[in-house]
Structures are given as structure tokens and as C-alpha cells.
């Protein structure tokens, strides 16, 4: 099965398309809209919880040391915070389920 990268723009246009008189330039912004959020409210530390599709997070990456693959020299890596996403359980079955059918 041959994947395909679906963008912003892409993605905007999929959302007019399933909504009932909505332009293609104000699902963009909607769909810009929404991302800023989610990024703002995991910046600020708040978990965001999509029903059905995920839920975002910073989570904590500990400190570590790397190893610079040409020269083998360790390099050490400060803890820091990230963010993370979860997805929810029945977005999880849905591609399992639907990759399976692609397959065959």
C-alpha cells in the first residue's frame, strides 16, 4: 500500500468539503485556529483531550548522553520538556482496521 502525505492546505480543503457552506479559506484558518490552541494550552502545561482521536501533553525527556555517529564522541543531552500526543484507543483500532482492509 502506497502512502500519501496529506498538508495543512490539503487537509482545510477536506474540511470545506465535508461542511455545509464552508470556503475553503476559512477552513484554513479554522484549521490554523485550532492548532494554535492546542500548541497554547500545551505550553502552558494543560493537557488537551480529543475524544475519539488523542490526547496532547508535554511530557519530560530525561537527561542523557548521545553519541555523535561519526566520531563516537559522547555528547551530553539536558532534560527538557516536549511535546506528546496519545492516541486515543479508537483511532488506533480504526487505522489498524483499515490498514488491514488496504492490504489485502
Do not use: C
Not at 41 to 67: I, K, N, P
Amino acid at each position: 500500500m502506497e502512502s500519501t502525505t496529506v498538508n495543512k492546505k490539503e487537509l482545510a480543503l477536506r474540511l470545506a468539503a465535508n461542511t455545509y457552506g464552508l470556503t475553503p479559506e476559512a477552513a484554513e484558518k479554522m484549521l490554523t485556529v485550532v492548532i494554535e490552541e492546542i500548541q497554547a494550552a500545551v505550553s502552558a502545561g494543560d493537557r488537551v483531550v480529543l475524544a475519539g482521536f488523542g490526547t496532547f501533553d508535554a511530557r519530560e525527556r530525561s537527561a542523557r548522553t548521545a553519541r555523535n555517529p561519526r566520531t563516537g564522541e559522547e555528547i551530553p543531552v539536558e532534560a527538557k520538556m516536549a511535546p506528546g500526543f496519545k492516541a486515543a484507543v479508537s483511532f488506533k483500532q480504526r487505522v489498524a482496521d483499515e490498514l488491514k482492509v488496504a492490504a489485502k
